[in-house]
Each structure stands twice: as structure tokens, then as C-alpha cells.
């Protein structure tokens, strides 16, 4: 029998091409791949776009697995990363936008991205380390720092958390740890106090939480030795919008000149908090 004569028996014409396959959709891959997919999209884009497509879409990303799995990808955390992580979503998140919130804060800058809110004696100066009887600092990264005078000088930095990228539920529900720190040093020869206010606020500017501890005198004849000033905000109020962090003293001799303590190496960083529950529904603490 020849091949036209087995096309003609089996019902098909000879000169017709073989039936199609059927086309697979995306959906239809196993779960698993579909996931490692979606760890390879911008995060923003998962949640704006991809999320809305449907409801497999839907489910795959919010499931906790493909925000861990972009971590890893992304080198937020290591394949033996054995701490508890209340929402890995959330963490990721913070992951991101992790940074220092104040900018300039070890005067290379100049008094640049401060406010200056008092310029006694003889005004806030800039100084490279170690400085006239001073000490250098523990980070060699660290080449500059600001000081003050024989009259108060104080400076400020107001952070609005929207405008860095932190959004209402983050703050409001997670209430992320918020780390403050700040370094300070007086001269050898020469006394001083060292302030320092931090005010977590809402978003007309009502204070919710604030760190300021009784300023900070240092004698005459020390060890010019840098100080680090660390605070850690948890589980405050919520309706946080805004932090204002503001800092500086004055020298204790009243001498011309800059004597008074030394500021620098400034931060601010919205931390992920891995244990702690979330917010009640009715924002009480």
C-alpha cells in the first residue's frame, strides 16, 4: 500500500499537515514555576499589575514563600537564615527602602540639608578629624564632623516618612522599629553639654514619641573620646508621619572659638521587626 493510500484510510488527505496541539497558557505551568517567574519581577510591579490578573496570580503572590524567595534572590538574607520573620512581604519591603534618612549627616556637605535652629557664640562650624585636641573617629569612613560654640547651637533634620516611600498601612499596622543614632566628642581641654531630641509625629505635627534625654555634660580634661547615642522606637502610636531629629550643645567655658561638643555620623533607619505582633485593628497599643 502506498503513503497516499494509508493517508486516504486513515480519513486524512495526504497533502494536509498533521493536526495542531492545543497552545498552553502561562497558567498551566506547575505552581513552582510560576513562582520563580514572579521572583524575578519588580516587586511593585507584582503587587500594581501582575496581582490583578487573576485570582491564581492573585493567591501565588501573596504567598509568603515568593517574598522569601525574593529576599534570597536579592541578597537580603542567606540560604541558612534561621530568625523568625512575622511577614515576609513586609520585610522585604523594608529591605528596599533601608537607608539612612538624613542626609549630609557627616558634613561633607558642608551645613548642607540642615535647619539651623540656634547659631550661638561664634555659629556652627565644620572641622575635618581629629581636630584640635581631639580623637579620630571610629569609622576611617568618617573624615568631617560639625561643632559648636560657646552659645547654644542646635540643628535639625525633619524626615516625612510618605515622601520616602513608607506608606500609611507599613506605619500604621507593622510599625516598623525606627533606629536613631548619633555620635558625639568634646575637645580634651574644654567642658561641655550635648543635647539631643528625637519626636516621632503625625502628620499635622502632634508628637507621639519623643527621646530626649537630660543633656549630656562632659568635665574639662578628658579623654576627647567619641560617644555613640543609639535609640530604638517600638511599637509607638500610630499616625507617624514625620520624624524630627535635632541636635548640638554649647562649650561649658564660655570660650571664643569652637569648644563645644563635636557631632557626626547622624542616622536614622526604618528597621524590620521579626517576632513582634501586629497592631490591633483598632490601632490601640
Not at 31 to 38: A, G, Q, R, V, Y
Not at 72 to 97: H, M, N, R, S
Request: glycine residues 6%.
Amino acid at each position: 500500500m502506498t503513503r497516499s493510500s494509508q493517508a486516504t484510510d486513515s480519513g486524512l488527505c495526504a497533502s494536509c499537515p498533521a493536526p495542531a496541539m492545543a497552545p498552553v497558557t502561562i497558567n498551566e505551568l506547575p505552581e513552582n514555576i510560576l513562582l520563580e517567574l514572579f521572583t524575578h519581577v519588580p516587586a511593585r510591579q507584582l503587587l500594581l499589575h501582575c496581582r490583578l490578573v487573576c485570582s491564581l496570580w492573585r493567591d501565588l503572590i501573596d504567598l509568603m514563600t515568593l517574598w522569601k524567595r525574593k529576599c534570597l534572590c536579592e541578597g537580603f538574607i542567606t540560604k541558612d537564615w534561621d530568625q523568625p520573620v512575622a511577614d515576609w512581604k513586609v520585610f522585604y519591603f523594608l529591605c528596599t527602602l533601608r537607608r539612612n534618612l538624613l542626609h549630609n549627616p557627616c558634613a561633607e556637605e558642608d551645613m548642607g540639608s540642615w535647619r539651623i535652629d540656634s547659631n550661638g557664640g561664634d555659629r556652627w562650624k565644620v572641622e575635618s578629624l581629629p581636630g584640635d585636641h581631639g580623637t579620630d573617629f571610629p569609622d576611617p569612613n568618617v573624615q568631617k564632623y560639625f561643632v559648636t560654640s560657646y552659645g547654644m547651637c542646635l540643628k535639625s533634620q525633619l524626615v516625612d516618612l510618605k515622601a520616602e516611600g513608607y506608606w500609611e498601612e507599613l506605619l500604621d499596622t507593622f510599625r516598623p522599629d525606627i533606629v536613631v543614632k548619633d555620635w558625639f566628642a568634646p575637645r580634651s581641654d574644654c567642658g561641655c553639654a550635648y543635647h539631643i531630641r528625637v519626636q516621632l509625629t503625625s502628620a499635622d505635627y502632634i508628637v507621639l514619641a519623643s527621646f530626649e534625654p537630660p543633656p549630656v555634660i562632659i568635665h574639662q580634661w578628658n579623654d576627647a573620646k567619641w560617644t555613640e547615642v543609639s535609640h530604638t522606637f517600638s511599637d509607638y502610636p500610630p499616625g507617624v508621619r514625620h520624624i524630627l531629629f535635632q541636635h548640638g550643645g554649647q562649650d561649658t567655658h564660655f570660650w571664643a572659638g569652637w569648644y563645644g561638643p563635636r557631632v557626626t555620623n547622624s542616622s536614622i533607619i526604618i528597621s524590620h521587626k521579626t517576632t513582634r505582633s501586629l497592631a490591633p485593628a483598632d490601632g490601640s497599643a
